[in-house]
Every structure is written in C-alpha cells, then in structure tokens.
C-alpha cells in the first residue's frame, strides 16, 4: 500500500504531493496508534484475567494447606501410633 502511495505522489505537482504526504504522515501515526493500543489492550485483557481468577487461586492454595494439614495430622497419628505397639 505505502510502496503505490510513494509511486503516486513521486507523479504529482508540489502542491498534491505535499497535500499526500502529509495525509500518508496522518495514516502511518494512526495506524501505529491502532497497533499501540491493540497491544495494550491484550495486555489490560491479560491483567484482567489474572485479577478475576486470584480469588479462585487464594481459594484452591486455601484448600490445598488444608489438604496438607489434615495429612500432616493423620501421618503423624499413624506415625505416633505405630510407635506405641
């Protein structure tokens, strides 16, 4: 696209070529802007995700010290028990 825009305005009179370079200097900052904010729309997307599922992850950790404790506590019953016989 940007190869035929530079052949075009390579053909015209001053004053169109200067009217086209500058609508084609507009164009290539607002397509920089698109892609800018494109990416950082993934990234916001992606800091959103993360700050929605913490709750679930506090929970699932939550659930898993629980787990642990309530096998800490039956091995060390089995473990004190087959001591004592």
């Known amino acids: ?3 035929v825009c530079v052949q ?4 015209l009179q001053h004053g169109y070529r200067d009217l086209l370079c500058h609508v084609r ?3 290539e900052q607002m ?3 698109l892609e800018h904010e ?20 506090l929970r699932n950790y939550s659930q898993r010290a629980d787990n642990l404790s309530s096998k800490s ?3 060390h019953h089995v473990m004190s028990s087959s001591v004592s016989t």
């Open 1 to 3: 696209m940007l190869c």
């Open 8 to 11: 075009v305005i390579g053909h």
């Open 25 to 27: 200097s507009q164009y």
């Open 31 to 33: 397509i920089s802007m």
């Open 38 to 57: 494109y990416n950082e729309q993934i990234y916001v997307s992606g800091k959103l995700m993360a700050v929605i599922n913490a709750p679930a992850t």
């Open 73 to 75: 506590v039956y091995i």
